[in-house]
Structures are given as structure tokens and as C-alpha cells.
């Protein structure tokens, strides 16, 4: 509905709604939370998710990091129902490759009148700004020097060959532009302050106002969810669809994520892409998870929200406006609590990668069920994967104790009254014995007998054979950590501990 330039759009139709990221690099946090949004908004109404790739931008825009962008969706398990590699019904869903639409849409605008032929260059259009903060302490926009050419000077320019770009005629006396915004309410712009914007360049490539308004007609995009920096393009947008003769989208404008210092999220804060956490080790559930609560909540309280209750409770209405925090010790916590959730078998697949990079080789793998007797040596104390290798490292230094860590020998090993030797040269034997089975029960009950035998506490017998397996003071529980090995690399490193000592 239009009138006296109010639009409160409404829909009736399906909803359907799109993820349209610029091709010029990693997909941001910011971005991943838009497409989110989006994607639960669709899931939640049974409508339907569009990815459309906005890359008009030859410089930055590569095929290279369209593909960037689209494993990160895959990543996230965001599956879109159209767009590249899916392909739909309204495609192609590359900007590049919807020219035709653009100047189609021209052409209307062109026999309306409603656009018009520019010819200033832009050293005039700097000398008019410079002129224009100079008188007037500020810069108004563009003049409209070319507004009102008339058809033979309009012509002589052709005929010279002047390079020209189309601007949309901003009707005069354009009441304020008005639109309801599904998440900052009713909005107002004064239509006086919107200059005759550029809606196709020289070259003939549109601008992103005219491309983004052309795309989502003809994608009859129902709600445009997108970033609260988008906020002061959407009154010139509004006008390019009255100029079409179209009806808006309904738009909802998403808060900005701030940094724990409360300024915006950058590179200042450690990470800001998609690919950098998932290479960080958090799982994808953690992630949607975690970014779906920056400005959106299902009740206040909940935290923990799987992916089916996200696609079933999303709706607008609960997104704020105030902005949001991005807290990586909570999404550090909600990531271990994925990590909980996970079964064995689950563990074994997805940790696979980190697990290598501790030194695992594939024979490691092919035993029965070895990967997954990991989960319950660490898979509890995890919050992100990237702390494998340090965890489970010792387990693949064969016969060789590689690190001994300086403090753990002195505090355990080296000190004066210790009888760590001793203990060692006990452990030794037991661990050496085939006749016990090299089984993590029987081997710590066997261990364990020393303490009366050699009338020691606890902590003096399994301290130092920690310190000699592991390197360290602090390991995985020790002999379910041992069963995994192979006893004589066991073996070969108390030896060698003990005679340091």
C-alpha cells in the first residue's frame, strides 16, 4: 500500500527471502548472523531462502570468493533452496549474469520519464561539493545541473561523445518517505534531503540500490532482513520502487554486533570470520546457535537451542534493537556444551582433523574403535578442537619422551625428599609384566598397589609415571590414556625418566 509516500508492505504470499553477500572476501560474523536470521525466517514460515551473489564489483568480486563464501554456508549448514549450485526458478543468481534485468528495468524508468542523462564530470561534480561546504558548510547533494537539458543539448552531448550515467528523477515535492520497519518501528526520511542518485553507471553496470531493488522484484523477495547499516539506503530504495510502480518488501534492520569493549566488531577483536572459527575447532551447531541469540531470543532465558526449535520459534518480532555483544567466553562455553552432546562415533569424524595434527598417522585409525575411546579422555573438557593436539600430542611420541615440561620434573620428579625413582623403577616392572593385561583397570589397580607397599600417598606413585608418560603434570586421565598407547613405548619412557633421575 502507497500513500502520500507512507509504504507499509504487506504480503500475502509465500515469504521468501535472500542472503545476497558481495563476493570480496571472508564471510563476516556479521554477515553469517544476516544469513542466519534469514534462513531460520524461512525455515520458521515455510517459505523459502534465497542466495543471490552480489558481485558487480570486478576488483574484488572472484569466483575464488564466491566459493569462499558458499563452503562457509555449507559449513553452517545454512542449505539455501536456490541460488548457485541449486539453481531455482527465478535465477541466474550472480548479478553478473542478470545485466538483461537491469536494463530492462531501465528502459521502463527511460519511456516513464523518471530518469534522465547526466553528463557532469566528476571534476565537476568535486568542484560543486568543494563550492557547496565552502558557502554552506556542508555538501546538499547533487545539483541536478542536468535535470532540465533540453532534447537538442541533451543530443550534442551524444553526438560528442560525453560519457553520461542515468539518475532517477526524485519527484518534486515527494512527500517523506515512510516505511514500518519490522524491527525499529516506523521509520521517516525527508524526501527534500534524497539527491538524484545514480542509478546506472557510465559503463553501463547499475549501482547497488537500482541492482538490489531490480533483483528483489524480480525475485519477488517478500522481506528484506539485512544489517542495520543498510538502514539509510532503504529510503532511496523505496523511491526506486515507486518510480517501478512495485510494493516493497517488508525490511528488518538488524542491530550492530559490538566487540566486549563496545565498539564494532573487527579484526581487533581476534577472529571475525566464519572460516577462522570453524578453523578454531567450534562446531557449526555452536555457531547458528550462538549467533542466532545476537539480537534475537526465544524467550529471554533459553540458551542452548537446537537447530529444529530455531527453524520452528524464529519470527521477527523478537529480534531488539539494541546491539549486540559478541561474548566468546560464552560462545567458548556453548561450544564445549555441543562437544558434550556429541556421540562417539560423531567425535571420531569431526575431530579426525585435530587428532592428525597431534601426530595420529591412519594406522591409529584403523583400529577397532580407537578414534572414538578419545571422546572419553578429553571430549569432556573441550571447548574447542583446536585444543586437541596439545591434549593428546604425548600419545604419538612413540618410545621417545619428547617434552618434559621444566616446572612438572622439578616440582614431581627432582625434589629432595621425593622418592620419584623409586616409584618409577616400580612402575617399570608392572608396566612390563604381560602377564597384566594392558588394560587401564588393571593397570592403575597394579599401580595403585605400590601405595601400600612402598607406604606412599596416592598422588607420590601416579604423579611421577604422569610426568614420565605424558611429559607433564597435567594430562588426560593417565591409564585409560596408556591402554591407547603401545606398552613398550610406555615402558621406554619411564625407563628413560628414571635414569634422569
Not at 523511491?239 to 565498539?263: C, N, Q
Amino acid at each position: 500500500m502507497k500513500e502520500k509516500g507512507f509504504i507499509m508492505a504487506q504480503h500475502s504470499s509465500p515469504v521468501r527471502v535472500r542472503f545476497a553477500p558481495s563476493p570480496t572476501g571472508k564471510l563476516h560474523i556479521g554477515g553469517a548472523r544476516t544469513a542466519i536470521f534469514n534462513w531460520a525466517f524461512a525455515r520458521a514460515t515455510g517459505g523459502s531462502f534465497v542466495l543471490r551473489i552480489e558481485d558487480t564489483d570486478p576488483t574484488r568480486s572472484t569466483d575464488e570468493n564466491i566459493r569462499i563464501i558458499v563452503d562457509a554456508m555449507r559449513w553452517l549448514q545454512l542449505d539455501w533452496d536456490e541460488g548457485p549450485e541449486v539453481g531455482g526458478a527465478y535465477g541466474p543468481y550472480r548479478q553478473t549474469e542478470r545485466m538483461d534485468t537491469y536494463q530492462k528495468a531501465l528502459q521502463q524508468l527511460i519511456d516513464c520519464g523518471a530518469v534522465y542523462r547526466c553528463f557532469c564530470s566528476k571534476e565537476q561534480l568535486d568542484e560543486e561539493r568543494e563550492k557547496m561546504q565552502a558557502e554552506q558548510g556542508g555538501y546538499s547533494g547533487y545539483n541536478r545541473a542536468c535535470r532540465h537539458l533540453s532534447e537538442q543539448e541533451v543530443q550534442a552531448h551524444l553526438d560528442a561523445g560525453d560519457p553520461f550515467v542515468w539518475r532517477l528523477k526524485v519527484p518534486d515535492n515527494h512527500p517523506a518517505i515512510e516505511f514500518d520497519d519490522a524491527v525499529y518501528g516506523h521509520m521517516s526520511f525527508p524526501a527534500d534531503v534524497m539527491d538524484d542518485m545514480i542509478l546506472v553507471r557510465s559503463d553501463g553496470t547499475p549501482t547497488y540500490n537500482f541492482a538490489v531493488v531490480c533483483d528483489d522484484i524480480n525475485m519477488q523477495i517478500t522481506h528484506v532482513i539485512r544489517g542495520d547499516d543498510h538502514l539509510s539506503n532503504t529510503p532511496r530504495q523505496i523511491l526506486i520502487y515507486e518510480a517501478l510502480g512495485k510494493t516493497p518488501p517488508v525490511f528488518a534492520h538488524l542491530s550492530m554486533i559490538l566487540g566486549s569493549d563496545g565498539k564494532k566488531l573487527s579484526k581487533r577483536h581476534g577472529a571475525t570470520s566464519v572460516e577462522e572459527y570453524r578453523d578454531k575447532g567450534y562446531l557449526p551447531d555452536a555457531m547458528v546457535n550462538f549467533l542466532a541469540l545476537l539480537g534475537w531470543s526465544l524467550d529471554g532465558e533459553t540458551t542452548l537451542i537446537s537447530r529444529d526449535v530455531l527453524c520452528k520459534a524464529f519470527d521477527l518480532a523478537r529480534i531488539t534493537k539494541k546491539d549486540a555483544i559478541f561474548d566468546e567466553v560464552k560462545l567458548d562455553w556453548m561450544n564445549g556444551a555441543y562437544i558434550r552432546e556429541l556421540t562417539a562415533q560423531q567425535w571420531a569424524r569431526l575431530a579426525r582433523p585435530w587428532i592428525e595434527k597431534a601426530g595420529a598417522t591412519p594406522e591409529f585409525f584403523a583400529l577397532d574403535a580407537w578414534a572414538e575411546k578419545t571422546f572419553a579422555l578429553i571430549g569432556q573438557r573441550l571447548v574447542r578442537f583446536e585444543e586437541i593436539p596439545d591434549k593428546l600430542a604425548f600419545m604419538f611420541w612413540g618410545s621417545t619422551l619428547k617434552a618434559l615440561d621444566d616446572a612438572s620434573f622439578k616440582k614431581v620428579l627432582a625434589k629432595a625428599d621425593s622418592r620419584a625413582k623409586d616409584v618409577l623403577v616400580a612402575c617399570e616392572a608392572i608396566l612390563a609384566d604381560t602377564s597384566i593385561p594392558w588394560e587401564c583397570n588393571v593397570m592403575q589397580d597394579a599401580v595403585k598397589q605400590l601405595c601400600d607397599t612402598m607406604q606412599l600417598k596416592p598422588k607420590a606413585v601416579f604423579q611421577p609415571l604422569r610426568v614420565a608418560i605424558a611429559g607433564n603434570m597435567v594430562s588426560p586421565p593417565l591409564f585409560e590414556s596408556m591402554e591407547l598407547m603401545k606398552r613398550e613405548d610406555c615402558v621406554a619412557r619411564v625407563h628413560y625418566v628414571a635414569s634422569l633421575l
